[in-house]
């Protein structure tokens, strides 16, 4: 049972270059969430998606896409990194009642 | 801007005595959860407590929910080094909105 997995666990990028965090879940779940975490800040939503084919803007969504083209995956793209988005990135998942929430192990990110 | 808002930031206590962290909240919400985040590790949830419902334990951990005052409480009573992590509020409005998490309190718990 793995639940919800993120890839890489880390990644160094040069500033200017795209890249995909990548983001799968085996529990069926209809919602799925990318957060940031940054020192001192939380946890703050980049986008989110209630069901496949849907996705929203969260609080911080500037320089970030999505999609959800089916249950399973929510990939989260840098299309032009810059230094900013230093920072670590969680997905997470949830039935999209309000129930509780699963989260991956994190994607460490450093824009250099 | 974040939904929800946790007090103290940071919070030290010795082994054995009850930790109690705070979460105010702006808008109306169904439900509240709390969830833990181990150094470096992905969150954890923790307990739900839903608007209609004032209180709610498990294990260790109490938690209350003010709905006039737009606030939770989150106890954990006898405190083990291992309670050692930080915890977050989050709170769901209703239907398709998505789950907003506060900043987190920090706590250490010294054996």
Sequence with gaps: IAGIT??????????????TLRCT????????????????????????????GTTGKGEVPDGYSVSR???????????????????????????????????GQGTRLTVV | SQQGEEDPQALSIQEGENATMNCSYKTSINNLQWYR?????????????????????????RVTLDTSKKSSSLLITASRAADTASYFCATFRSGNTPLVFGKGTRLSVIA
């Design chain 1, 6 to 19: 993120q890839a890489p666990t880390s990644q160094i990028l040069a500033a200017g270059r795209r890249m």
């Design chain 1, 25 to 52: 879940q085996d529990m069926r779940h209809n919602a799925m969430y990318w957060y940031r975490q940054d020192l001192g800040l939380g946890l703050r939503l980049i986008h989110y998606s209630n069901t496949a």
């Design chain 1, 69 to 103: 083209a089916n249950t399973d995956d929510f990939p989260l793209t840098l299309a032009s990194a810059v230094p900013s988005q230093t920072s670590v990135y969680f997905c997470a998942s949830s039935d999209g009642q309000g129930n509780e929430a699963f989260f």
């Design chain 2, 37 to 61: 985040q181990n150094s470096g590790r992905g969150l954890v949830h923790l307990i739900l407590i839903r608007s209609n419902e004032r209180e709610k334990h498990s294990g260790r951990l």
